[in-house]
């Protein structure tokens, strides 16, 4: 089999954590110059935004020279550019290392924060915020946790080592455990593995169970029950569908409370709205490091608040997350 040459190194550096985006022009194409195929790539009512960046000289090639407006298309070229970025409220809430070596970091991420840029949340995910704040522009995540969800993460440090820590994950060698709060109904017997086929469609906010051979595992417990009829809740993830613990916690008839997706799709709160956090935490990370052979055993610091301060956290003058 023919290998794929690698990219030419970006000649732009990263941008406030972010790297620029990099373009290579397709092979077959009817277009006369490079502006062209991004006019045509970033659609017309980016017209005015592509003249603007081909005139300051933002758009460079694999030399780092600046692309010209009517420099001529040349298939399988590269090129680069940094996206114009809208503002993002900055999440409130400090990302917490757990662990810190050569090859890895190990984050309590916050309630609200991306792990990686995704959609309206770009500087302020942690991938970008850890790059600035630690200095270490070549980080990667070697898996994510939704923006909603707290708890640990791991980020590699090198680049060439990002594989081996993914495939840890890709291959179910890592023993995670979250946290949880939700109603406590006296007759649901648990322990139980909950076993489901969980379909997630791009575009649609919620993912839904289908029937089918099941994709999606967990493992339910219940910790405790206490006041206002709450569980707090073990649950162990055997595979990792999108929204998996949150699709089989509703199905079980115990949604996870501040769930803003299940059982019914609330509507969008305000950017910067940050009151009655998701009362989900990944507590413990375990797993054998395939660079160093290291056991690790990691645990996360943070409490669920509505476990802990349930007024505290429903209140809706409260800033979410102000008892983590």
Same mark, same amino acid.
């Given at each position: 089999?023919?290998?794929?040459?690698?990219?030419?190194?970006?000649?732009?550096?990263?941008?406030?954590?972010?790297?620029?985006?990099?373009?290579?022009?397709?092979? $077959?194409?009817?277009?006369?110059?490079?502006?062209?195929?991004?006019?045509?790539?970033?659609?017309?009512?980016?017209?005015?935004?592509?003249?603007?960046?081909?005139?300051?000289?933002?758009?460079?090639?694999?030399?780092?020279?600046?692309?010209?407006?009517?420099?001529?298309?040349?298939?399988?070229?590269? $090129?680069?550019?940094?996206?114009?970025?809208?503002?993002?409220?900055?999440?409130?809430?400090?990302?917490?290392?757990?662990?810190?070596?050569?090859?890895?970091?190990?984050?309590?991420?916050?309630?609200?924060?991306?792990?990686?840029?995704?959609?309206?949340?770009?500087?302020?995910?942690?991938?970008?915020?850890?790059?600035?704040?630690?200095?270490?522009?070549?980080?990667?995540?070697?898996?994510?946790?939704?923006?909603?969800?707290?708890?640990?993460?791991?980020?590699?440090?090198?680049?060439?080592?990002?594989?081996?820590?993914?495939?840890?994950?890709?291959?179910?060698?890592?023993?995670?455990?979250?946290?949880?709060?939700?109603?406590?109904?006296?007759? *649901?017997?648990?322990?139980?593995?909950?076993?489901?086929?969980? $379909?997630?469609?791009?575009?649609?906010?919620?993912?839904?169970?289908?029937?089918?051979?099941?994709?999606?595992?967990?493992?339910?417990?219940?910790?405790?029950?206490?006041?206002?009829? *709450?569980?707090?809740?073990? *649950?162990?993830?055997?595979?990792?569908?999108?929204?998996?613990?949150?699709?089989?916690?509703?199905?079980?008839?115990?949604?996870?409370?501040?769930?803003?997706?299940?059982?019914?799709?609330?509507?969008?709160?305000?950017?910067?709205?940050?009151?009655?956090?998701?009362? %989900? %935490?990944?507590?413990? %990370?375990?797993?054998?490091?395939?660079?160093?052979?290291?056991?690790?055993?990691?645990?996360?610091?943070?409490?669920?608040?509505?476990?802990?301060?349930?007024?505290?956290?429903?209140?809706?003058?409260?800033?979410?997350?102000?008892?983590?």
């Amino acid at each position: 089999m023919r290998r794929r040459t690698p990219p030419p190194p970006s000649p732009l550096p990263q941008r406030d954590g972010i790297d620029p985006v990099r373009v290579r022009l397709p092979g $077959v194409g009817a277009w006369a110059t490079v502006r062209e195929h991004l006019l045509e790539r970033l659609g017309p009512a980016r017209a005015d935004v592509v003249d603007a960046m081909l005139a300051a000289g933002q758009v460079v090639g694999a030399d780092g020279r600046a692309v010209a407006p009517d420099t001529a298309y040349v298939p399988g070229m590269y $090129v680069w550019y940094h996206r114009e970025l809208p503002p993002e409220v900055p999440v409130p809430f400090p990302l917490e290392i757990v662990h810190r070596d050569e090859h890895i970091v190990v984050v309590d991420k916050p309630h609200f924060v991306a792990t990686t840029p995704r959609g309206s949340h770009v500087t302020e995910s942690a991938l970008a915020r850890l790059r600035r704040e630690l200095d270490l522009p070549a980080l990667g995540a070697a898996h994510r946790l939704d923006r909603l969800t707290a708890g640990l993460v791991l980020f590699t440090v090198r680049p060439e080592e990002r594989g081996a820590y993914q495939s840890l994950f890709r291959d179910r060698l890592v023993r995670k455990v979250y946290e949880a709060v939700a109603p406590y109904p006296p007759r *649901l017997a648990l322990p139980r593995t909950v076993r489901s086929r969980i $379909v997630k469609e791009r575009g649609v906010l919620a993912a839904y169970e289908v029937a089918g051979e099941p994709n999606a595992v967990s493992r339910v417990e219940l910790v405790e029950h206490g006041a206002r009829g *709450l569980g707090r809740y073990r *649950l162990l993830p055997a595979t990792g569908q999108t929204h998996q613990l949150r699709v089989h916690m509703n199905a079980l008839g115990v949604p996870i409370l501040g769930d803003p997706l299940y059982p019914e799709v609330a509507a969008p709160v305000p950017a910067g709205d940050f009151r009655r956090p998701l009362q %989900l %935490l990944a507590r413990e %990370l375990e797993f054998t490091d395939p660079v160093t052979g290291r056991e690790h055993r990691l645990r996360s610091g943070r409490v669920l608040e509505a476990w802990t301060s349930y007024d505290a956290w429903a209140a809706a003058t409260t800033p979410a997350g102000a008892a983590q």
